[in-house]
């Protein structure tokens, strides 16, 4: 048995038919972390170790572990699992997660991601199930290539069918996660919520549904063949990070040659940059950011220390590039946004509206986002997100 | 320290020069101020050579300088000041004359930026001037740098796109007579107004095109001016200012403090003031640029610009005719060669013999402002020994 302690859900503003879409600037990292603040909030002390669930990982060789820590605030000692999977796995690494473990499940399409913290208090998630099988009705091999084998009858007799029958599940689910609103109505006791997600992440989902449904109850994850069940034992604490949607900006992509990298340059940012932290001078005080050698104020070269920086400001200034710059989708918007209660101004590019969108004296706040893929390369900073937009998701859940 | 004089001038036409390599367009500079030498010129005479360019198209730009003008027994030394390249070079070039080291230097100033497709400038010239972790990859462009002052300049001045729009106007139509100059066409507000947006507030007719081209000029010591020519134009001041390098760490973004610095170094060298001056080439890569150096360079009072474009002032015929080459805007601006063009222009200018001739003019200003809006150089010329 585990405890949900605590739920976060995140989906990027922009929507097509089929679902949310991730915007330029968004990727799994960047949506893991936004859903796993919303889990938290002023959790984070209690996290002892991650596990990262998705089929859409960026940095298959390594990498993604250490931004999702700094973008959740964490320590770089907390261990990070990064596992492959769609709902089933997310569900079971939840049903089966020790305490302090904050389970985070990311999709691209449609996109959106789910976070749970595990601890001690919450409703339990009881009687895990698991049915493993075979058939692989959509394949993406090491080329990465996606193929779909294009059967839904085969699917459904065969692989979810027979799944959820080797479950022998004693009674109906209230809520299915990573398949459609239809099968889901068929498998169901009563209507189940309608989740905007069917990947690893739609197990967090599922459960946040429950919130919907104001009362606890059997939930079931199908992926393909291969199917898992847990039942939840009250309604669990749920903080959505759901913007409300918007038709995706018109973007021009821009074809070009790489954009060029230096590692080195990469690596001495890497933690002010993704922590969101200013060097603050041993000496005075005084914040830089970026963090310098020299202070600004009283040219004491002894050091400084990471501290954080505030996470919303207003804009001095800002400009719309509509010209095509190779490799950059454009029109982008740049701004310097004053960050509150602070001397401190930051570059950061706009997220969230469309190009030009964005006035001088505009507020907003700083999020996690992927500046730019460079050299194959992404690179984590932060951007600034309009109130305009975060407003209106405000009002579109009351 | 001597007094420096100009005393020729030279300069390859501004345009996309294809079919010219930096090769032949320094050369062809070099020549051309050569011959504009009342009395002449033995090039062994030249002692030392300052070479300004901002990126390196066929390799290593001194040797090049020296090769491919004949120049193999004298030092030769590559000055990169971003855009502030050219007045750079002269200001190195009077230092070393003014100190009585040398008598007769040579400062050239060139730059092929056609030499690259025209995006790919973009990230070339954002290696040059962005920090690689931090503001490189945001896509902070060479106008977009420009962009988040002006924009903050139009937010608590009150000026105008159509303030904006008057500057390319009024260079353009500079450039006319000018036939080194690269767009030779009159546009009009209208048009300016409503060109397609390369970066807001900027649309295409208020930015500079993308420009080949070298100029030269023959710095020598009043000791030896009597040789070479009778009319000569004095170095009287030169200014270098810098900034912090990231905008974020800029306090006022209304204003280019590199500018301020640089133009009050060369204004106290000379020992005159912003309203001595007759006639001025000023940094319009980007038409906002010229109206706030209005202020910085003290030609208006602050957030005086507006009010000094619409009263016609920097129109030839105006109090302080701003540009009359046509500017970086209308004739061109191939970065290490812009800062000496503006010397070229001048030294005319100050002769009398300018194509857009400003009556009478006896004191003269240059000034570039470049990079990531962090370098600043300003000269003062007059054909007043002073």
């Known amino acids: 048995m585990t405890n949900v302690s605590a739920v976060g859900t995140y989906l990027p503003v922009w929507a097509t038919k089929a679902g949310r879409v991730t915007g330029p600037d968004e990727d799994v990292v960047t949506m893991a972390v936004e859903a796993g603040l919303a889990a938290l909030g002023d959790r984070s002390g209690e996290v002892r170790n991650i596990v990262l669930v998705s089929r859409d990982l960026p940095l298959i060789e390594g990498g993604n572990s250490a931004a999702v820590l700094a973008g959740l605030g964490l320590d770089a000692h907390v261990p990070v699992v990064e596992q492959l999977g769609g709902a089933p796995a997310t569900l079971d690494a939840i049903a089966n997660a020790a305490a302090g473990t904050l389970v985070l499940a990311a999709d691209l399409a449609p996109a959106g991601a789910g976070a749970v913290l595990v601890s001690h208090d919450g409703p339990s998630l009881t009687e895990p199930g698991r049915v493993t099988r075979s058939l692989p009705i959509t394949s993406r091999g090491r080329d990465g290539e996606r193929r779909d084998y294009a059967d839904p009858r085969l699917e459904l007799q065969r692989g979810l069918h027979v799944a959820v029958d080797a479950l022998e599940l004693q009674d109906k689910p209230v809520v299915v996660a990573g398949t459609t609103v239809k099968i889901a109505r068929e498998l169901c006791a009563g209507t189940p919520p309608e989740l905007p997600v069917a990947g690893a992440s739609a197990a967090v989902f599922a459960l946040a549904g429950l919130e919907q449904i104001g009362a606890g109850g059997l939930v079931l994850a199908v992926e393909q063949a291969s199917a898992a069940a847990a039942r939840l034992g009250g309604v669990p604490t749920v903080v959505r990070n759901e913007l409300a949607q918007r038709e995706p900006a018109r973007l021009r992509d821009n074809p070009g040659p790489d954009i060029a990298i230096s590692l080195a340059a990469y690596d001495r940012a890497f933690e002010a940059k993704v922590r969101w932290e200013a060097g603050s001078c041993n000496a005075c005080g005084t914040l830089a950011f970026p963090p310098r050698l020299r202070c600004f104020e009283c040219g004491s070269e002894a050091g400084w220390s990471l501290t954080p920086l505030p996470r919303t400001g207003e804009v001095y200034s800002c400009v719309t590039v509509h010209v095509p710059v190779p490799g950059l989708p454009t029109p982008y918007s740049l701004a310097i946004v004053q960050l509150d209660g602070t001397e401190v101004r930051a570059l950061v590019k706009v997220t969230g509206v469309g190009p030009g969108e964005i006035a001088i004296g505009d507020r907003g706040s700083l999020v996690l986002r992927r500046v730019a893929v460079r050299s194959g390369i992404p690179d984590y900073g932060y951007a600034l997100l309009p109130d305009a937009v975060a407003g209106s998701a405000e009002e579109e859940s009351r | ?386």
């Open chain 2, 1 to 386: 320290m001597k007094r420096v004089a100009i005393v020729g001038a030279g300069m390859t036409q501004f345009k996309e020069h294809f079919g010219l390599g930096i090769k032949e367009l320094v050369p062809m500079a070099v020549s051309e101020m050569e011959a504009s030498l009342d009395k002449g010129l033995d090039r062994a005479k030249i002692e030392a050579a300052w070479f300004g360019e901002l990126t390196t198209s066929d390799g290593f730009p001194s040797g090049i300088l020296a090769d491919s003008c004949g120049l193999m027994d004298i030092p030769v030394t590559r000055i990169e000041n971003a855009c502030a390249t050219g007045n750079d070079a002269v200001r190195n070039a009077s230092y070393a004359v003014g100190a009585g080291v040398i008598d007769v230097a040579l400062v050239v100033g060139a730059d092929k930026v056609r030499e690259s497709s025209a995006r790919g400038t973009f990230w070339e010239w954002a290696g040059l001037t962005r920090d690689l972790a931090w503001d490189y990859p945001l896509g902070l462009v060479a106008p977009a740098n420009f962009a988040l002052h002006v924009a903050r300049y139009l937010h608590e001045s009150g000026a105008t796109r159509e303030h904006m729009a008057m500057v390319a106007v009024k260079n353009h139509r500079h450039a006319l007579t000018n036939p080194k100059a690269q767009l030779r066409y009159e546009i009009t507000i209208e048009q300016v107004l409503a060109a397609p947006t390369v970066v807001a507030p900027f649309g295409l007719l208020d930015c500079t095109p993308q420009s080949d081209g070298a100029a030269a000029l023959l710095l020598v010591s009043e000791d030896v001016v009597d040789q070479y020519t009778d009319h000569p134009v004095w170095v009287r001041g030169t200014g270098l200012g810098l900034d912090r390098v990231m905008h974020q760490h800029k306090r006022d973004m209304t204003s280019f403090p590199p500018t301020v610095k640089a133009s009050k170094a060369a204004y106290a060298m000379a020992g005159i003031g912003p309203g001595d001056v007759d006639v001025a080439e000023v940094h319009d890569c980007f038409s906002g640029v010229e109206l706030i150096s209005y202020e910085d360079l003290g030609f208006a009072e602050k957030f005086g610009a507006a009010a000094l474009i619409e009263s016609g002032a920097t129109t030839i015929g105006g109090s302080i005719p701003v540009n009359p080459s046509g500017g970086l805007k209308a004739k061109g601006h191939p970065p290490g060669a812009t800062g000496v063009a503006q010397c070229v222009e001048l030294f005319e200018q100050l002769r009398g013999h300018s194509t857009n001739q400003v009556d009478g003019a006896r004191i003269g200003l240059a000034h570039n402002i470049g990079g990531p809006t962090a370098v600043s150089a300003v000269t003062v010329l007059s054909n007043q020994k002073g």
